[in-house]
């Protein structure tokens, strides 16, 4: 009888990619959060609703949650406003499903 085993040309050979890229979707809005390009007098250019937008249309709604509560927790702490966490999500959510 022959030994079932794991191999990279398997049915499992995409977990490990797919957890790698699903870290990358929860890093980069963080990091993407750090950057704010400050204009016109007080206006700030945020750039990490790309990498929601992004999260919500690999992995769908539940992605773009993550992502939208990953990218906005700094921010939140920061300025203590909770709603900025739900707004973020909600953004990521609806992207998920509308897309």
Excluded at 49 to 62: K, N, Q, S, W, Y
Aim: hydrophobic share 60%; aromatic share 12%; no cysteine.
């Amino acid at each position: 009888m022959k030994e079932a085993s794991l191999t990279t040309t398997g049915a499992a050979a995409w977990v490990p990619r797919a957890a790698q890229i699903a870290a990358l979707l929860i890093v980069l809005p963080f990091l993407l959060s750090l950057i704010n390009i400050n204009f016109a007098q007080s206006w700030k250019l945020h750039f990490f609703p790309a990498a929601v937008i992004l999260a919500a249309m690999v992995f769908g709604a539940g992605g773009g949650v993550v992502a939208g509560i990953s990218g906005s927790l700094y921010s939140a702490v920061i300025l203590g406003n909770p709603y900025l966490i739900l707004g973020n999500a909600l953004f990521g959510l609806l992207t998920g499903v509308f897309y």
